[in-house]
Nanobody, 121 residues
Framework: QVQLVESGGGLVQPGGSLRLSCAASGNGFSIVNAAWYRQAPGNQRELVASIFGSGTADYADSAKGRFTMSRDNTQNTVSLQMNSLKLEDTAVYYC???????????????WGQGTQVTVSS
């Protein structure tokens, strides 16, 4: 059974940095496209950043210039480097990815369990 496992959340002061990682557990699966979403209390889940097979990344306006999404195909992971964090970045961050099962080349979308990011002084 494959899962997306997130790590790296925590408590940070405004202006600080955090790096989130998302790994596809289980053998025989590859991350094709991936994205980070976040959901703050009382808000809808929103897209923060996406990365495609080519390595090209897109960002929400709120993340541009501060967040960088990257991928490591050898480790089958994606990361989100978050700098200059603001109070309004506080949310649960979720990894979402299309995983290809190499055995039969099928594609399926998965969500991680979420990791809490709290920006507070």
């Amino acid at each position: 059974q494959v899962q997306l496992v997130e790590s790296g959340g925590g408590l940070v002061q405004p202006g600080g940095s955090l790096r989130l990682s998302c790994a596809a557990s289980g053998n025989g699966f590859s991350i094709v496209n991936a994205a980070w979403y976040r959901q703050a209390p009382g808000n809808q889940r929103e897209l923060v950043a996406s990365i495609f097979g080519s390595g090209t990344a897109d960002y929400a306006d709120s993340a541009k210039g501060r967040f960088t999404m990257s991928r490591d195909n050898t480790q089958n992971t994606v990361s989100l480097q978050m700098n200059s964090l603001k109070l309004e970045d506080t949310a649960v961050y979720y990894c979402n990815a299309d995983l290809r099962r190499r055995a039969d080349n099928t594609l399926r979308n998965y969500w991680g369990q979420g990791t809490q990011v709290t920006v507070s002084s």
